[in-house]
Nanobody
Framework: VQLQASGGGLVQAGGSLRLSCAAS????????TGWFRQAPGKEREFVAN??????????SYADSVKGRFIISRDNPKNTVYLQMNSLQFDDTATYYC???????????????????WGQGTLVTVSS
């Protein structure tokens, strides 16, 4: 399984970016996909996830990004996106996409819930 994350960069506070995560080896619509981020000196934290289509394909968000970030999926392209709006300085981090091999009953917001990880893409928000 390979996950290729892209779309990071430098943006001013209040701006927007769209991250992409292209997958091979797994059909994303059949798996829960997540975005996590890790800022320097901090632990990796949950950002958003999207359930597999069989469970509604719904998205969940961390409170810190709710209302600003949107997770979506393009099934023909086997790609998951994270649209990030109204970016804040505290959003600065390396963002990782991840795929879970199994569907779990819980909210699936822990890093341990996911089995495959992309290489990360850096988002820097200037104040």
């Amino acid at each position: 399984v390979q996950l290729q994350a892209s779309g990071g960069g430098l943006v001013q506070a209040g701006g927007s970016l769209r991250l992409s995560c292209a997958a091979s080896g797994r059909t994303l619509s059949r798996h829960t996909t997540g975005w996590f981020r890790q800022a320097p000196g901090k632990e990796r934290e949950f950002v958003a996830n999207m359930r597999r289509s069989a469970y509604g394909g719904t998205g969940s968000y961390a409170d810190s990004v709710k209302g600003r970030f949107i997770i979506s999926r393009d099934n023909p392209k086997n790609t998951v996106y994270l649209q990030m709006n109204s970016l804040q300085f505290d959003d600065t981090a390396t963002y990782y996409c991840a795929v879970a091999e199994r569907h779990l009953a819980g909210p699936m917001i822990r890093a341990d819930d996911f089995d495959y990880w992309g290489q990360g893409t850096l988002v820097t928000v200037s104040s």
